[in-house]
């Protein structure tokens, strides 16, 4: 079974491009700034302590789903690791729910399609196989082997993951879908920490990436540093160039939030500066090592102007109460 008129979103961000394709495929089509922005995607910066390729995914998904609801669509997801307790059985409940899905003409969200280390769709079925939708086949599936995901190379990063559209609302209320993604912007920037340290938002995650680059007395971790912070930069190069977009069209909606232009120009000076770090380590990051305090000073800047653009953000909320 093959599902037809399906296309991944195309978009650095690959989970907002998969799920662009499943609302689309849906019947709700977003244009994928606004999808970011109103997601919450364009706000997000989440690193681990080795700044890896994977940091982008290692969401908290009790804030994704509550905010893609504001959407008018309910998704369920299910999701195990290798090293997780009865990790065989949530694998196996996993590809029951994407034939379910699939079966219900509906496409599948899942992780690490195709060794991809990225978010995808599943788009067809055929007994052991899955035809799979990624960054790199976004229109035409190629097909895949369950018995070979996630790959066991991919152990240290990967999960059996799936996300699938349980119901979608003829419409949603956007104003309040908006108004929460202003919110979360705000507390994403000041959010603490991980439990255990691990993961790093908004603020402290800049802070941390900075001062990481910032000691040259101190090798990077790994023997390719410049995968992993490449690959980062432009993650966050696209988010925030969405992020100053959304603000924007924000700003020209709600013209009673009067900081929202002042915000929408702050992070316009983010991306300014998340561009030149780009330049300077355009992926797979070779030579990164010679640009570290470059780049560091490039996040400084670009940490300057989002403290300012979320300051203003924080006022825009006053008036859209």
Known sequence: MLLNDVALMEHRVTLAGALGGLLTHAGRRLEPTYLMGVSGHAFRLTLDLVVSPSAP????FHEV????????????R???????????????????????????????????LLGSGEYGLVVGIDGDRWACLTQSYPVEPRWMDVADWPPAEHAAFTRAEVITLLDIA?????????VASLRFAVDHFWAP?????????????????????ATTSLPLHGPEPGRGHSYN??????????????LEQLAARYPEADTLPRAAEAYRRVVEALAEAVSLAPYPGAGLVERRAALAACLERALAAETQGVEAIERALRALR
């Open 233 to 246: 930069l432009a993650v966050l190069h696209a988010a925030r160039s969405d992020a100053a977009a959304y």
């Open 170 to 178: 003829p419409d949603f209320d956007r104003r309040a879908a908006e």
């Open 65 to 76: 789903i509550p905010l893609w609801e504001r959407l008018g669509c309910w998704l369920k």
């Open 193 to 213: 920490p991980s439990r255990d340290m691990w993961l790093q938002h908004g603020r402290q995650a800049y802070q941390f990436w900075r001062t990481t680059l």
């Open 78 to 112: 299910v999701a195990a690791r290798p090293v997780d307790p009865g990790y065989s059985e949530v694998r196996a409940e996993v590809i029951e729910r994407v034939a379910r899905s699939v079966e219900d003409g509906r496409p599948a969200v899942v992780y690490d």
């Open 57 to 60: 995914t290692e969401l908290n």
